[in-house]
Each structure stands twice: as C-alpha cells, then as structure tokens.
C-alpha cells in the first residue's frame, strides 16, 4: 500500500506532462491556423460607394456598368498599392480619390447640397496600428476631403477640423481646394430642386423615389497590408437637404469609421444620426473584442440595433486575418472587394 502511495507523486507528474503536451499541442494548431490564414489572405481591399434604394430596376445595362467600372477603378486603384507593399492607409486614400473624383459618388465632386443649395462635405480616417485618426467637417472647398483628414492626422496634435479653419490649415500643407462650382453637379440641384418641392426633411434613399432621385454615394474603405496593418476610411457630402451646419456619422470617429489591428476596420453608410446614437463602427470592433463574435453577426447585431431605432444604412468590415464582411438593410449597396488570394465581388444589389 504504502509503495502505491508512493508512486502517486510519480503518476502525476505523467500525466502533468500528457496534458501539458496536449495544451501546446492545441495552442500549436491554433497559432499554424492563423498563419495558415494570414499566407492565405496577405493583404485585401474592400469598398462601399453608399447603401439604399439600388434595385436592378433602377439601371440599365449602360448605368449598371458605369457603376461597376468606377467600383472596380477605385478597387484597383487602393489593391495596386497594397500589392507593392504600401500602407493600408496609402491604399484606402487613393482608392476613395478615385470615388470622390467621380460625380457617380456622394463624395467630392457630385456631393449632394444642403438646404440652401451648397456643399458641406465630411471625412475621416483612422490608422488601426497605432488609432491615430483624423477628420474634417462642414468643408466646402476641399477636392479630396479624405486627403484632408489624412493631413490632420499627420500634421497635428488633434483629431478633428472643421469648416474653414480646416481648409485653410491643410491648403498650407498642399491639399488642393476647388471653387464650389467644381463640386455642385446640374442632377443633383434638380434633387434639391425636387425634395425641397415634396417638401421632405432630408433625401435619404427613399425607397419610393426613382433611381435619379436617390441620395447613396457616401465612399468608404477598409484595407489590410502585408505588414497586418489595417487601415478605414469614409467620405461623403452627407445627407441631401441637411441642415446647413449639419455633421453626420462619416467624420466621426467610432461612428462612421474605426479601425483597429487587434480587431477590425469598418465604414458606415446610410442615416449619419443612428450611426453616431449607436457609435456603429466602433460597437463591431468592441464585439470581436470583448464578445469574439464573427464579424459578420457583429455588423448584423449594430445594423438590427440601427433598424429598430428608425435608421437604415450599410457598413463594410474587414478583420486582422483578412475576413471580409458586408451588411446592409436597404435594397442595395455598392460595394467591392478583392483579396491577394484572388476572390473579387463588385456588387450593387441584394444578392439573395
Ligand atoms: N452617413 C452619411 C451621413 O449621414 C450619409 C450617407 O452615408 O449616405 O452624412
């Protein structure tokens, strides 16, 4: 008896090492897939150029494929810079110039009007590696607002500049302003012109309006680069006969954009208010943070929280392995993505 007793200490330390042994084993497993995952997807790109009443009704052959043109320009424009090595935050840049370029977009050029017929447009950008960010509000002469908001992160203590002292201050730093008159587009002063006559409140995507009269076009993007870096950003004009002075979800960091490496980046889209009331973005990183939830129920989770308050809109989301999500409670909404494994969406309508 008393020798059996004394090999216990012995049969613990056995199976001590055993179930040791099996610990690392498992923990090994877990960290091969997650480089397994990285190999898989090194770098990635994905887009949204606004969510809402985007029906295959509402095109035709020639409209659908101007659309998925530029969508896959501003894809290209951000993937060629990832696959060359450059920043996730480079990347996001260039490809939401390419949109705001564009007249297609609610965001620089083609922005839509307050109500008194001018342009006040918003951005931001956020740097998952380190959570700078930046953000401009209520501009009304700045070509590329996100160029802007870059500038503010780069080039100051703070996060956040409005109105003129924001197109003064990143002028001196080279961003180009443009006169109101490159911005403002004939289609979107007969949208006020018609809104303004239905007497509405704002122009966001009724449902019952016609394709003409729709207000989409908010742009944003998420990257993710070689180096794991993740990277968001989002720009627009805001809502069509917004109150003048009026600041959405799209400058506000956490509401409209978030990035962070340990968790996501997102882009938000659709009625600015709800986003900021939910702090949208930032509520999906905080679920894959505190919760690990999927990124796709995550987004579902905020976007149901949005509906039941009243809101509509669309969000994209990209998370540190490469995982690419996208959700939306309107009828459609532009959006991309392309992976350095190959897949590649560019999608404007429901799917299912
Ligand atoms: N979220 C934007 C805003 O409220 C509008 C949009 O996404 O279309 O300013």
Redesign the pocket.
Known sequence: MKRFYGKIPGLFLILFIFSSCKNNSNQESKIVQEKKQTKETQFALVLHG???SIKKEYFNAAQEKTYRDKLEEALNAGYIILEKGGSSLEAVQKTINTLEDSPLF?AGKGA?LNSLGKVEM?ASIMDGKTLNCGSVAGVSHIKNPINAARVVMDSTRHVFLAGEGAEIFVNQKGVVLEDEDYFIIPKRVEQLKRIQRKGKKVG??SPIDKMSDQ????VGCVALDKNGNIAAG?S????MN?KFG?????PIIGA?TYADNNTCGVS??????Y?IRTLAAHSVSDLLRYKNSDLNIALKDVLDRIQKLGGD?GMISLDKNGNIAWHFNTDGMFRAYKKSTGEKKVELYKTN
Do not use: H, W
């Not at 627009?236 to 809502?239: A, F, I, N, P």
């Not at 009026?246 to 799209?250: A, V």
């Open positions: 606004g969510a809402g609610n839509v918003d966001y995507l207000k989409y076009g908010t989002t627009t004009g805001g809502l917004k009026r600041i959405g979800d799209s409209g938000c889209t659709g009625t600015g208010e986003f809109g």
